[in-house]
Structure formats: structure tokens, C-alpha cells
């Protein structure tokens, strides 16, 4: 069995994702059992689809759980009135009046004091809600785009009509990985990668792709993102892919010196 025609088919990243038969899952399983680059190949695969799914992950803010319990705080318990049993006395009735008078109008103020702060306590919870929805509302967009995002990389990785090609470290970079996506037919081409250093603010990498001995520009890119990442179309028979370190913004031709990572594109 060829072994680089296995890989580049794309039944190991079927298998990964749980969307073969049993029959071809049993036959995926032989041939892992079989072949220690395929178990290698596989454990590439489950690492690169688990952090594409653990880059989507939002943590809520530190000061949700405060904010939910103060808004839902109960209210203050009324003060207790004490009733107040009138001495036997002989003053008069004017003077009960009076006091009475002066006790409901502290008891009125009191009241009315007590009203306007929860009045002005609840405005502010209410504010305070209105932007915490407003944030939890930004917070559900952001993770349905990015879930989006990962459905179509996902939708690119077990397409059969992209040929994956496995860029390898250079002497210049050992332990750097990358793969390129590329449709010959639609001339798609996107990069994906697993481990490359960040380079210096006046560098980018840039893709190349080697047709009929020639080196032709696929694009610049930086290591900042997430997932499969959309470069230069590229035509019908390349050979090769690799990638080299330019001055940020590119190079008509590549400086061969600086080569990362390169990969030989495997017919099916």
C-alpha cells in the first residue's frame, strides 16, 4: 500500500471525525495497526481538529457571576414597627396631636427616602443588565462565527477534491509543520499550521508553489490566526509547496536560504 496516497485521501480525517462505515472503520483500523505512519499521521489530525475547536472557546468575564447575584439580591425587609401603647396621663389632646403629627411625618419621609433609593438602585441594576445582555449578545455572535469558520475549514479538510500536502521542517526549522489544502480543478489553496515560530514585525512567511521547476507566489502570511487560512489561487501541476522567510510584504522570487518547511504534492 502507498501509504502517501492513503494519507492524502482523506479517509484519516473521516475517521477522526467518526463518519466512516464500520466496515471502512475496520479497515482504517487494520491498516493502522499495520503501518506506524499512519497512527503518526492520525495523531496529527486529532491535535490539529482539537485546537481548532478549543480556539473557538469564550470564557465568560470574571464579573458575570457578581453582577447576576446583585441583580437578583432580595429587598431589604420593611423595619419592624413597634406599636406604642399611650401612657395614662393627663395631657392633652392637643399635645397627642401634635406628636402624632410630627411621628407620621418622619415615618412619610423615612418611606419616601427608601422609595427613591430602590428606585435608583434598580435603575442602575437595570442599566447594568441591558450591558451585560448587550455583551453576552456580542459574545454569542462571536462564537457562532467562529463555529462557522470551523465548519467550513472542517467542510475543506474531508473534502476528497483537496489534495493535502504535508509541509515538513527544513534543517532551517526542524521541529516547524504546516499543510497546504489545494484544489487542482477550482485552484483553491489554503494553509494550515501546526507549529511555526513568530517571526520579527519586517518578516512574513511566504508561500510558494514549484511548477515546472519555477517558483510562483502563493501568498504572504503571518501566524496570527486560527484555522485554514484562504491564499493565492494556484494552477494546474505543482509539484511542490514550501515556505520561505521575506521582508514583510514579499518577494517576487523566493530566498531559498531562508526555506522552512516543503512538501512534495502526491498524486491520487
Known sequence: MNVEVYISSGILEAYALGELSDQERTEVEKNLA?????????TQIEAAQEE???????SPRSAVKANLF???????????VVELKAE??????????AAASVTIALITSYLAYDYWNKWKNTENNLTELIAQNQRVAQDYNNVNQRLDQIEKDLNIINNPAFNRIVMKGTPNAPTSLASVYWNESTKE???SIQDMKQLA????????????GKPVDAGVFDTNFAGLLKMKDI?????????????RGGKTSP???????????VKG
Open 201 to 212: 514585525q519586517e518578516n512574513q512567511y511566504q508561500l510558494w508553489a514549484i511548477i515546472d
Open 189 to 191: 489553496v489554503y494553509l
Open 52 to 58: 481548532l475547536l478549543m480556539k473557538a472557546a469564550i
Open 235 to 247: 494552477q494546474s501541476g505543482a509539484a511542490t509547496f514550501a515556505v520561505t522567510v521575506e521582508p
Open 34 to 42: 499495520q503501518y506506524p505512519e499512519l497512527r503518526k499521521e492520525l
Open 88 to 97: 395614662k396621663t393627663n395631657t392633652s389632646f392637643w399635645k397627642f396631636a
Open 70 to 80: 446583585a441583580a437578583l439580591d432580595a429587598k431589604k425587609p420593611l423595619a419592624k
Open 255 to 265: 530566498t531559498l536560504e531562508t526555506m522552512q518547511v516543503v512538501g512534495n504534492v
